[in-house]
């Protein structure tokens, strides 16, 4: 059975890191773009950041660049999402998922979503 599992939320101050990871499983990570999504309360998926199978180009919506980072390791099927200088507004419940269809200029397409880990940005 082919399955994400993300794990490393929890409850930080504005300012602080976290690091989130998300491991595959059924299935190996190599053939596959990735993407972090969140969402907020109230509010639609968001995606934070794509990586390509190699890892060699990553994307990053304009609310986090500079502040997340996304990588990969193959080896080990995860993918892992590095988020520093944590805002309020970034309090949501993240995703782990896997991309079916990627065209530019257009939000990805995904086929297989984690449960989740909820951030929470809170003084």
């Known amino acids: 059975q082919e399955q994400l599992v993300e794990s490393g939320g929890g409850l930080v101050q504005p300012g602080g890191s976290l690091r989130l990871s998300c491991v595959a499983s059924g299935f190996t990570i190599n053939s596959w773009h990735l993407a972090w999504v969140r969402q907020a309360p109230g509010k639609g998926p968001e995606w934070v950041s794509i990586i390509s199978t190699g890892g060699s180009k990553t994307r990053y919506a304009d609310s986090v660049k500079g502040r997340f980072t996304i990588t990969r390791d193959n080896f080990k099927n995860t993918v892992y999402l590095q988020m520093a200088s944590l805002k309020l507004e970034d309090t949501a419940l993240y995703y782990c998922?896997?991309?079916?269809?990627?065209?530019?200029?257009?939000?990805?397409?995904?086929?297989?979503w984690g449960q989740g880990t909820q951030v929470t940005v809170s003084s």
């Open positions: 998922a896997r991309i079916s269809k990627f065209i530019a200029g257009a939000d990805p397409e995904y086929d297989l």
